[in-house]
């Protein structure tokens, strides 16, 4: 499974960003996906995921902000991230999983990070 994370950027505080996410490979085989960020100094924390059956799980410093979503048919995921804060600023990387509820929530796969970058 091979994961492109795109959609980054640099916004202003209280603006919007949307990250997508690539799916390619073996996704038939994939049961979970999700976003998780590391800012600089701190360590890679789970933002958000999604089942394939469209469950969603949510960090609570993202709830009601962040939307998690995902197109099968396109095999992309999404973020969509509103009224964002500085304290998003972080590298993003999407990731997958073939199990439901993998071990600490660590999932196999992984794509390159996007840079999302909010100003105050």
């Known amino acids: 499974v091979q994961l492109q994370a795109s959609g980054g950027g640099l916004v202003q505080a209280g603006g919007s960003l949307r990250l997508s996410c690539a799916a390619s490979?073996?996704?038939?085989?994939?049961?979970?996906m999700g976003w998780y960020r590391q800012a600089p100094g701190k360590q890679r924390e789970l933002v958000a995921t999604?089942?394939?059956?469209?469950?969603?799980n949510y960090a609570d410093s993202v709830k009601g902000r962040f939307t998690i979503s995902r197109d099968n048919g396109k095999s992309t995921m999404y973020l969509q991230m509103n009224s964002l804060k500085p304290e998003d600023t972080a590298v993003y990387y999407c990731?997958?999983?073939?199990?439901?509820?993998?071990?600490?929530?660590?999932?196999?796969?992984w794509g390159k990070g996007t840079q999302v970058t909010v100003s105050s």
């Open positions: 999604i089942t394939s059956g469209k469950t969603t």
């Open positions: 490979g073996s996704i038939f085989s994939i049961n979970l």
């Open positions: 990731a997958a999983d073939e199990r439901i509820t993998p071990p600490n929530m660590r999932m196999d796969y």
